[in-house]
């Protein structure tokens, strides 16, 4: 019945995002986030999918050239400059987006995701999202920086709007070793 934290994730984005719209993945890794948002907005919408690294983003591609997808673009970049890259259009009316945060599995554990610039990329996402829209990070925090994001994460989020956002926490507080969780941010 309770869900694990990505297919947590997964279903607030499955009850909010629809065919046809734009959508972001702030952090493609594995591109394993790109591909189901790339099958939930269809041939009519389309995924930027942004990670500052070169493995990330060849790993993504070959994900998502197996699967067919052509909706996606890839961008390899920090996601805090993503307004450099959001065309009139897509300004209008974003669908939602995610950031599954920490670091490529199986790569350098050192480039990790880093408070700044993911809440520097949650603004901008969040002042373009359509109402009902919503923003889901995935938050590891047992890695060395992790604690940091998270507190910031939490800091920050803990003093949006409650006319315009709903933010929610959801995790699980009996596993092992510092558990993810998610952050789910709902524009009203
Ligand atoms: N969503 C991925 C998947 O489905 O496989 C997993 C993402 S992994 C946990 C975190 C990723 O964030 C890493 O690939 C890392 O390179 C990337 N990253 C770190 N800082 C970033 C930044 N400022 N902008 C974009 N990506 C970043």
Do not use: W
Not at 47 to 68: S, W, Y
Not at 110 to 136: D, H, Q, R, Y
Not at 165 to 180: A, D, L
């Amino acid at each position: 019945m309770l869900k694990r934290v990505i297919a947590y994730a997964h279903e607030l984005l499955e009850n909010s995002v629809k065919p046809g719209e734009t959508v972001i993945d702030g952090t493609c890794g594995n591109g394993n986030d790109s591909l189901f948002l790339s099958n939930l907005v269809g041939s009519d919408g389309n995924v930027l999918a942004f990670d500052i690294q070169e493995q990330a983003i060849n790993n993504t591609r070959k994900l998502l050239e197996n699967e067919a997808k052509n909706n996606v673009t890839l961008i390899q970049e920090s996601h805090h400059k993503i307004l450099e890259y959001l065309n009139e259009d897509q300004r209008e009316r974003i669908g939602g987006a995610i950031f599954n945060l920490g670091y490529l599995p199986g790569s350098d554990k050192e480039i990790i995701t880093k408070p700044e610039s993911t809440i520097s990329a949650i603004e901008v996402i969040g002042s373009f999202l359509k109402p009902g829209g919503i923003i889901v990070l995935v938050v590891y925090h047992g890695h060395p920086g992790g604690e940091l994001e998270k507190e910031e994460l939490l800091n920050h989020l803990g003093k949006y709007d409650q006319k315009k956002f709903n933010v929610v926490r959801y995790g699980f507080i009996n596993q092992k070793n510092s558990p993810p969780f998610v952050l789910a941010i709902e524009k009203k």
